[in-house]
């Protein structure tokens, strides 16, 4: 299955800013030693304004293994991990970053170095439960200190805007002995202040970038998938840092010139879709192939829905960071991925969805037939399901995933 | 014209829909070589020539291969050439070289809906070439084994490959052929009754594709859907009929 991939072709000039700011990222863990600061292995839902209030330098293997995708380099990375006997089956963020932690100098270089070596890994354990084991065998491979807790799933009749008290007590204890954890490590106390400060940045970062998902709901779209899966890195890594909140500033200028000026993506935009599941990193160029159909993805569940981005208050650092740690999308229940879809589809006028099977990541496929069968009964909306793997190009054929597309877009026409 | 994977059709229609001349042959190593001597092969025995030919539209998988005026997926021909021969059709199962489909169509025949085969090519025509080979069958004859069957083993792979060595481990075992070829046929045809069943069973419901004329899987597909099945006298060539008529109907808009 060599697969065919294709790099994306963004819209936007700030998108452009990205890859420099990757690079840099990475680079700037390996300055960690020099500044006297720890680096730690973090997962990509964590309570991330802790890390940088407490001086860690954070960086998360899932981002890792994401970009390591989009650089076109995860699949040697995979088969060596299958070598070493993991399943193929298992999620390929693990078996991307097995391969660089066990392999790396048998691998493709990884941009800015790849991740710093860890002295603490530090997991909240929401979405599922292969990360937790993915972080124990990091720990025997780098034999150092690691804190995993739990942010629990929220059921069917709770929503992530009104979490129950007790929900929120039993993660906020468990991130207090976090910071007892890594006060330890650092030999440093958690300055409250610091604390506060970087949720503030992260709430504003936040703010930021829930007024860029509102501006996609124009007509034309100024802003497609293929642009906004990349411009994530910083509220995904970077939240709480002073630069992500600057970086989605300039990108809500360019985005409200282009919505002042009528200018979207596409000149003649006609269909209107939403797509479902994490990007096929590799083959980021799959969400440009429907512009030939005057289609463009205006929506996500992995950016519009999916609440890398949290409203917090700097105030009250540990009820908002404990909310942020649960509310994700992969750790609520079906019903309110449901209900929220439903109004996305409404609000972005959507005219067509995709669902993605992503063999990586269970807990974010199972809920396709359920949503796809939502979609066209409440509101009609026709679906399609396309079978592309988030980070190992070899469990995607290109060639069948367009015929499908195609196909599909001959049928909204 | 169709370029799939296995084989090539091509249809030629008059400006009334008719069918002039239809033939197929093996894709083989480039699909648009063999179209274009198929063509010719029609022109010659028509007595027409290239300038008697007002539009051509191409699908299958090689369509992007052909210098045609447009290039149309399968799925949207299936459903212009199957409404086009039974406009009392609403499903369509198509059984391709390495392809199913389910196909829903609309009163107006167009598409409503589609489904297809995941992955890989189990359930298909390569799958049934493949079986027949180990066998040393003709595909055409796996109808009568079928008919004379007296059980069917299970096939329980999804793999081809693996299917495969199942079969020579029955062959092996002593089991009649004609109760290994059931199974086949019995594998190949719970396949597609489920992928019908997930995109709904409507009435009248057509198999079509090169599958199609494999009796066998058309006894067993019968069975499992509990329905009857309309099945064209040319199967293969449906979407290039398809095709032909996209062709037709482009030609005749002003």
Same mark, same amino acid.
């Given at each position: 299955?060599?697969?065919?991939?294709?790099?994306?072709?963004?819209?936007?000039?700030?998108?452009?800013?990205?890859?420099?700011?990757?690079?840099?990222?990475?680079?700037?863990?390996?300055?960690?030693?020099?500044?006297?600061?720890?680096?730690?292995?973090?997962?990509?839902?964590?309570?991330?304004?802790?890390?940088?209030?407490?001086?860690?330098?954070?960086?998360?293997?899932?981002?890792?293994?994401?970009?390591?995708?989009?650089?076109?380099?995860?699949?040697?990375?995979?088969?060596?991990?299958?070598?070493?006997?993991?399943?193929?089956?298992?999620?390929?963020?693990?078996?991307?970053?097995?391969?660089?932690?066990?392999?790396?100098?048998?691998?493709?270089?990884?941009?800015?170095?790849?991740?710093?070596?860890?002295?603490?890994?530090?997991?909240?354990?929401?979405?599922?439960?292969?990360?937790?084991?993915?972080?124990?065998?990091?720990?025997?491979?780098?034999?150092?200190?690691?804190?995993?807790?739990?942010?629990?799933?929220?059921?069917?009749?709770?929503?992530?805007?009104?979490?129950?008290?007790?929900?929120?007590?039993?993660?906020?204890?468990?991130?207090?002995?976090?910071?007892?954890?890594?006060?330890?490590?650092?030999?440093?106390?958690?300055?409250?202040?610091?604390?506060?400060?970087?949720?503030?940045?992260?709430?504003?970062?936040?703010?930021?970038?829930?007024?860029?998902?509102?501006?996609?709901?124009?007509?034309?779209?100024?802003?497609?998938?293929?642009?906004?899966?990349?411009?994530?890195?910083?509220?995904?890594?970077?939240?709480?840092?002073?630069?992500?909140?600057?970086?989605?500033?300039?990108?809500?200028?360019?985005?409200?010139?282009?919505?002042?000026?009528?200018?979207?993506?596409?000149?003649?935009?006609?269909?209107?879709?939403?797509?479902?599941?994490?990007?096929?990193?590799?083959?980021?160029?799959?969400?440009?192939?429907?512009?030939?159909?005057?289609?463009?993805?205006?929506?996500?569940?992995?950016?519009?829905?999916?609440?890398?981005?949290?409203?917090?208050?700097?105030?009250?650092?540990?009820?908002?960071?404990?909310?942020?740690?649960?509310?994700?999308?992969?750790?609520?229940?079906?019903?309110?991925?449901?209900?929220?879809?439903?109004?996305?589809?409404?609000?972005?006028?959507?005219?067509?969805?995709?669902?993605?099977?992503?063999?990586?990541?269970?807990?974010?496929?199972?809920?396709?037939?359920?949503?796809?069968?939502?979609?066209?009964?409440?509101?009609?909306?026709?679906?399609?399901?396309?079978?592309?793997?988030?980070?190992?190009?070899?469990?995607?054929?290109?060639?069948?995933?367009?015929?499908?597309?195609?196909?599909?877009?001959?049928?909204?026409? | 014209?169709?370029?799939?994977?296995?084989?090539?059709?091509?249809?030629?229609?008059?400006?009334?829909?008719?069918?002039?001349?239809?033939?197929?042959?093996?894709?083989?190593?480039?699909?648009?070589?063999?179209?274009?001597?198929?063509?010719?092969?029609?022109?010659?025995?028509?007595?027409?020539?290239?300038?008697?030919?007002?539009?051509?539209?191409?699908?299958?998988?090689?369509?992007?291969?052909?210098?045609?005026?447009?290039?149309?997926?399968?799925?949207?021909?299936?459903?212009?050439?199957?409404?086009?021969?039974?406009?009392?059709?609403?499903?369509?199962?198509?059984?391709?070289?390495?392809?199913?489909?389910?196909?829903?169509?609309?009163?107006?025949?167009?598409?409503?809906?589609?489904?297809?085969?995941?992955?890989?090519?189990?359930?298909?025509?390569?799958?049934?070439? =493949?079986? $027949?080979?180990? /066998?040393? +069958?003709? &595909? *055409?004859?796996?109808?009568? !084994?079928?008919?004379?069957?007296?059980?069917?083993?299970?096939?329980?792979?999804?793999?081809?490959?693996?299917?495969?060595?199942?079969?020579?481990?029955?062959?092996?075992?002593?089991?009649?052929?004609?109760?290994?070829?059931?199974?086949?046929?019995?594998?190949?045809?719970?396949? =597609?009754? $489920?992928?019908? /069943?997930? +995109?709904? &069973? *409507?009435?009248?419901?057509? !198999?079509?594709?090169?599958?199609?004329?494999?009796?066998?899987?058309?006894?067993?597909?019968?069975?499992?859907?509990?329905?009857?099945?309309?099945?064209?006298?040319?199967?293969?060539?449906?979407?290039?009929?398809?095709?032909?008529?996209?062709?037709?109907?482009?030609?005749?808009?002003?």
């Amino acid at each position: 299955m060599g697969a065919k991939t294709e790099k994306a072709v963004r819209s936007l000039k700030i998108t452009q800013e990205i890859y420099p700011i990757v690079k840099n990222f990475y680079m700037e863990s390996w300055e960690a030693k020099k500044q006297n600061k720890l680096v730690c292995w973090a997962g990509v839902g964590d309570p991330r304004e802790l890390f940088w209030a407490m001086d860690l330098v954070p960086v998360y293997p899932e981002n890792f293994s994401a970009t390591c995708g989009a650089k076109q380099i995860s699949a040697p990375a995979c088969a060596f991990a299958e070598a070493a006997g993991y399943s193929r089956d298992t999620c390929s963020y693990f078996r991307n970053t097995y391969g660089y932690m066990v392999n790396r100098d048998n691998l493709p270089e990884p941009p800015g170095g790849g991740m710093a070596h860890p002295d603490l890994l530090i997991l909240a354990v929401n979405s599922c439960h292969t990360r937790p084991k993915w972080w124990r065998i990091m720990e025997r491979h780098y034999n150092v200190p690691t804190f995993i807790f739990e942010a629990p799933t929220i059921p069917w009749d709770m929503r992530r805007d009104k979490i129950d008290s007790h929900y929120l007590e039993f993660v906020v204890t468990q991130m207090k002995d976090m910071v007892a954890f890594i006060e330890k490590h650092t030999g440093k106390k958690l300055d409250i202040k610091k604390l506060k400060e970087a949720v503030f940045w992260g709430d504003r970062a936040s703010a930021l970038i829930d007024e860029i998902y509102e501006l996609r709901k124009a007509k034309p779209c100024p802003l497609g998938a293929e642009d906004m899966v990349t411009a994530l890195f910083p509220i995904i890594v970077l939240r709480g840092a002073k630069v992500a909140a600057d970086f989605y500033e300039k990108m809500l200028l360019e985005v409200k010139e282009r919505v002042a000026k009528g200018e979207g993506v596409l000149p003649n935009e006609k269909h209107r879709l939403f797509i479902d599941n994490i990007p096929p990193w590799y083959t980021k160029g799959l969400y440009n192939y429907f512009h030939k159909y005057n289609a463009i993805s205006v929506a996500e569940s992995y950016t519009t829905n999916f609440c890398w981005q949290t409203r917090m208050d700097p105030e009250r650092p540990f009820e908002s960071l404990a909310m942020s740690t649960i509310a994700n999308w992969l750790n609520i229940s079906y019903m309110e991925k449901g209900e929220t879809l439903l109004k996305t589809a409404r609000d972005y006028q959507i005219h067509g969805a995709i669902f993605l099977v992503n063999k990586s990541c269970k807990v974010y496929t199972g809920s396709n037939t359920y949503l796809a069968n939502l979609l066209r009964r409440e509101l009609g909306i026709p679906t399609l399901v396309l079978e592309a793997d988030q980070t190992d190009p070899r469990d995607y054929a290109d060639a069948q995933v367009k015929l499908r597309i195609d196909a599909f877009m001959e049928m909204l026409a | 014209m169709d370029i799939g994977s296995i084989n090539i059709k091509v249809v030629l229609l008059d400006n009334n829909g008719a069918i002039v001349a239809q033939t197929t042959a093996r894709s083989g190593y480039s699909g648009r070589e063999v179209a274009m001597q198929l063509i010719v092969r029609l022109l010659t025995e028509t007595n027409l020539d290239d300038r008697d030919i007002v539009s051509t539209v191409a699908t299958g998988y090689g369509r992007f291969n052909f210098p045609a005026a447009c290039q149309v997926t399968e799925i949207t021909c299936q459903a212009l050439g199957i409404s086009h021969l039974y406009n009392e059709a609403r499903t369509v199962i198509d059984i391709g070289g390495q392809d199913s489909k389910i196909i829903k169509l609309t009163p107006g025949g167009k598409v409503a809906d589609f489904i297809m085969n995941d992955k890989c090519s189990a359930g298909t025509g390569r799958f049934l070439e =493949v079986m $027949s080979g180990a /066998l040393e +069958i003709k &595909l *055409e004859d796996m109808g009568r !084994f079928v008919d004379e069957a007296k059980g069917h083993c299970t096939i329980s792979s999804f793999c081809t490959v693996f299917a495969e060595s199942e079969v020579v481990s029955h062959v092996a075992a002593g089991v009649p052929k004609a109760d290994i070829i059931a199974g086949i046929c019995e594998s190949v045809a719970s396949r =597609v009754a $489920s992928m019908v /069943l997930r +995109i709904g &069973l *409507e009435a009248e419901v057509v !198999f079509t594709g090169g599958v199609a004329r494999n009796k066998g899987v058309v006894t067993a597909l019968i069975k499992h859907l509990d329905c009857g099945l309309l099945v064209p006298e040319l199967p293969e060539i449906s979407a290039a009929l398809g095709a032909a008529l996209f062709a037709r109907s482009m030609s005749s808009t002003p």
